[in-house]
């Protein structure tokens, strides 16, 4: 395998260096060499599509709430750095800053650092980048509704055919019949293993691109 062509993605942006998901985070990314950028999505209560890798709002912004529960504004309001933790790690590579009092992230000195909505990092960065916007699993109860308001998003900043969308194989598979052109992958992240069935299965879907996180493709290979 050559290591050579390989693309880089930060997945969220640079999360070791400031809190994810947020338009700090995404600058650090590629600032840090990426060569594009990976974000999770999910949808408001008022179905606008933001930046998060949780459903939960606890994880980033020690709120206990769902994403799904509170709009769009009330989500922006929230610290997306409360609960960020320091990146200077220990000798098992995790964490050791205590939670909520990193700096410059935490907002007692300045203005919070928020969750960026798609259609702001889609207006600076989908030119600018390689853009991967990555769906739930089937499990999540809004993943139809997610897709038919992402694909719209896309198609009107005419990012369809730059931007990729990376879902479970059924979800691409409904996108391809419901006639979205752009270019989808496959997500084998959630798979148990990456067998040649998975591969070939992912194969028939007629994605453009099969995705793996990067220990899971060189174990396998």
Known sequence: MDIKNITLFAHNGDCWVTPPSTMESLWAGLGGG??????????????????????????????????????????????????????????NYQPTG?????????????????????????????????????????????????????????????LAKRACIIAPIATCQLMRQQGYHGELAADLTRMNGLSPATLDAASCVDTDYQLAWAEEFVSYF
């Not at 912004?61 to 504004?73: E, I, K």
């Not at 600076?124 to 769906?135: E, H, N, P, S, Y």
């Open 34 to 91: 990426a060569n594009g950028l990976c974000l999770d999505v999910l949808l408001t209560r008022d179905k606008q599509i933001i930046c998060t890798p949780n459903a939960s709002l606890e994880h980033s912004c020690g709120v206990p709430a769902q994403v799904d529960s509170m709009n769009l504004d009330a989500i922006r309001k929230l610290d997306a750095g409360k609960t960020w933790r320091s990146s200077e790690l220990d000798s």
């Open 98 to 158: 205590a939670q909520g009092e990193d700096t410059p992230w935490d907002a007692s000195s300045q203005r919070p650092v928020v969750l960026s909505k798609l259609e702001d990092v889609l207006r600076i960065f989908g030119r600018r980048t390689q853009l991967l916007i990555r769906l739930h699993d089937l499990t999540y109860e809004h993943q139809s509704e997610l897709a038919t308001l992402l694909t719209e998003l896309l198609n009107r900043f005419g």
